[in-house]
Structures are given as C-alpha cells and as structure tokens.
C-alpha cells in the first residue's frame, strides 16, 4: 500500500530556532500533500494545502511567514517552523492525495512531535 | 461551516463486546464521510468511507451508514478485538472542495481481554 513517511518523528528546540520537517510519499507520486496540526484531544486542524511546483494555500489563521511550506518534487513536502515559540509546541501531520485515476484517498505520515522550549 | 462531531473517549470495552462510536456532522455542501483509525505509534489509515446518502462503507468488520436525515454516519462493530485498540477519527470532505478533510477530535478505544 501507499506509504507516506515524516522525518524527524520528534524534535526538541530552543525558542527563536527554526525547524523543518519533511514528508515523503515513499512509493507513489503525490501531486497534492496537506499539512496538518494536532493539539492534545483535539482534532486534526488543516494548515495548508500543498501542490508540487506552486505556492501552498494555507488555511485562514495560519501565518504563511511562519510555516513555510515547500514542495520541490512528487514525492517531497517540507514545512518549516520558524522562529519557534513554545506556542508551536504541538503534533505535526501530513499527508499525501493519491494520484488521480485512483481514488481520492489521503495517506497519512505518523507524525512529527515538536516541542519547542 | 464543516464540522464532525463524535463521541468523547475513551472508550473501554471488553473483547467479543459491541462497538458503537457515534459520529454526526455538519455540512455546507454535500459531503463524503469517512473513518480514519490511528493505531499507536502509526499514522492515520483509512478505514472506510461512504460517499452518498445510504451508502455502506465496510472493512475490517467494521461498518457505518451515511443517513442524511440524521446527519450521522455510526461506526459499528459486532465484536471488536484487542487489535482494535486505537483511535478512530470521523471525518468529512465536501465533493469538489479540494480534498480538504474535516475531522472530528477522534475516540480513543480500549479493548481488553
């Protein structure tokens, strides 16, 4: 089946530090990729919607200076945290569309668990 | 606005028991629903969906039934097992809106011996 995987699974960082974190679709090509956050028994909150080769969307709310979200190939996805605050402590997600002519299907990564200090 | 609404957790049932994990949502447009299952430590699967009124989606056992008049869409299992221990999450994207999900905060359920 299609698998989405997220690097790194858990990062710690100081305040005012910038992280990245990075969604691979492993072995399919994914067009569309969505960016998620989840806070503690809370449901997953959509931040942006990423598409290979263009600017992301992002959701009304979320600061586009603040997560940059880059899409360079089919297959790779990075959101960049910068400038973290405590604040942006939170659970990462991201996922994959499968290519269209197959289904409308999102693959999930497992997550990235950003703890900033 | 979209919204998915689903009943707090955990739940805690015994193996063979009945499961029943409501779900009711809100809608602009017409949605597709859907049921996500986290197991520890693993991402989000998918594990049905249904895409218009009275549909059955079914995997695993488990099954739910999109009824537009009660704007619900119920998971239900007739004998869960401790491999079913994780997280389901109702969801709903609206046809045409891009793909974009809404979910619901997920229940966590607990299946012992």
């Known amino acids: 089946g299609a698998v989405v995987s997220q690097h790194p699974s858990r990062v710690i960082c100081k305040s005012g530090t910038s992280v990245k974190i990075e969604c691979r679709s492993l072995d399919f090509q994914a067009t569309t990729m969505f960016w998620y956050r989840q806070f503690p028994k809370k449901s997953l909150m959509l931040m942006a919607t990423s598409n290979e080769g263009s600017k992301a969307t992002y959701e009304q709310g979320v600061e586009k200076d603040k997560f940059l979200i880059n899409h360079a190939s089919l297959t790779l996805s990075t959101l960049t945290v910068t400038s973290a605050h405590p604040e942006d402590s939170s659970f990462y997600i991201c996922?994959?569309?499968?290519?269209?002519?197959?289904?409308?299907?999102?693959?999930f990564g497992p997550g990235t668990r950003l703890t900033v200090l | 606005g979209n919204s998915v609404t689903q009943m707090e957790g955990p739940v805690t049932l015994s193996e063979e028991a009945f499961l029943t994990i409501n779900c009711t949502y809100t809608?602009?447009?017409?949605?597709?629903l859907f049921w996500y299952v986290q197991y520890p430590g693993e991402g989000l699967q998918l594990l049905l969906k249904?895409?218009?009124?009275?549909d059955k989606g079914s995997n695993k056992g488990f099954e739910a039934t999109y009824r537009k008049e009660t704007t619900s869409f119920h998971l239900e299992k007739g004998s869960v097992q401790v491999s079913d221990s994780a997280v389901y999450f109702c969801a709903l994207a609206i046809t045409g809106g891009g793909n974009k999900l809404t979910f619901g905060t997920g229940t966590q359920l607990k299946v012992e011996l």
């Open positions: 996922s994959a569309k499968a290519p269209r002519g197959y289904t409308d299907t999102q693959y």
């Open positions: 249904a895409t218009k009124a009275d």
């Open positions: 809608a602009t447009g017409y949605p597709s």
